[in-house]
């Protein structure tokens, strides 16, 4: 089995400098790009703040010593160039056949051939990707729950076609990260969407009938069932047009209408009601809580 050194990661948004962090806090050489300085400016920010709480909390004492080590592991490139050398790649870019298509054949050119290709997408077919690609074999889902550097989750997503050798080098590394890898086959929405999401509609169906306020249904989850936050709260978070875009994915992938999207939330999607994110969702959020939109 590889022993991988240094990983490159694909994208500097949310999750792929998660993944960076992750990766240079457990010791390996981490090479992130993007298309342009400033998604790497920003993601350097994010990493720098983050694992300056993280390590503040969990070991004061060597915090400064622990923060320069892992920040020095992170190399912040524009050029798919500087990733020739890795050993492993994690794909973050955006959630778009296409985008990703474009960035596997990049990476398929600069990369060795024995390189793994991981992609975290949380909807887009395994095998599919898997498919368009020269590495049938060698693709592999590694999907890391937000935010990455606190969540112990790593659903591993095996295509119809990835090697068994592709399988437990991919589950070592994500110990390595120190996550638990969890096993699933490639189906629309995995294991961890398929369950989650439809459980957020029916609590919007819910709301949309009057059965409850939000309040209520909320509560009603976090009391009763010991979710640590209620289902509408947790899809404000997530981002309304996430949680839209993730059904659709089940409703068509499946064609069945257990997976119909509430028409509530596709309304407040085309209302502009993304959730947190936005300022308004399901709930009202202080206006400095909006993410200031991408330029
Ligand atoms: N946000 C989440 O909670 C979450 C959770 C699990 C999985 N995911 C998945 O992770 C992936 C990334 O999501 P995100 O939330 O980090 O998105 P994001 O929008 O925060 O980041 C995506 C980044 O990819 C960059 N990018 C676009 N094209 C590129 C290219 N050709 N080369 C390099 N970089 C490029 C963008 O500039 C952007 O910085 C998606 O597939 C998403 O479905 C997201």
Known sequence: MMSVKK???????????????TAASAGLDTVIRDVDQKFLDRSRQAIEHSLRKLLDKQDPQNAPTRFQAAMARIYFSTSWKDLADVDFVIEAVNENFDVKREVFSQLEQITRPDVILASNTSSISITRLAASSGRRDRF????????VPLMKLVE???????????LNTTG????RL???PVEVNDFPGFVSNRLLIPMLNEAMFALFEGVGSAESIDAIMELGMNHPMGPLRLADL?????????????YEGFRDPKYRPCPLLVKMVAAGYLGKKSGRGFYQYDASFAKSPRS
């Not at 990661?9 to 792929?16: F, K, L, N, R, W």
């Open 140 to 147: 592999i889902g590694m999907h890391f729950m937000n935010p």
């Open 156 to 166: 591993i997503v095996r295509g119809l076609q990835t090697s068994e050798e592709t």
């Open 178 to 180: 120190g996550k638990t």
């Open 7 to 21: 990983i490159g990661v694909a994208g500097a948004g949310t999750m792929g400098s998660g993944i960076a962090q």
């Open 238 to 250: 997530i981002g309304l047009d996430v949680c839209l875009d993730i059904l659709n994915v089940l």
């Open 172 to 175: 070592t590394l994500a110990e």
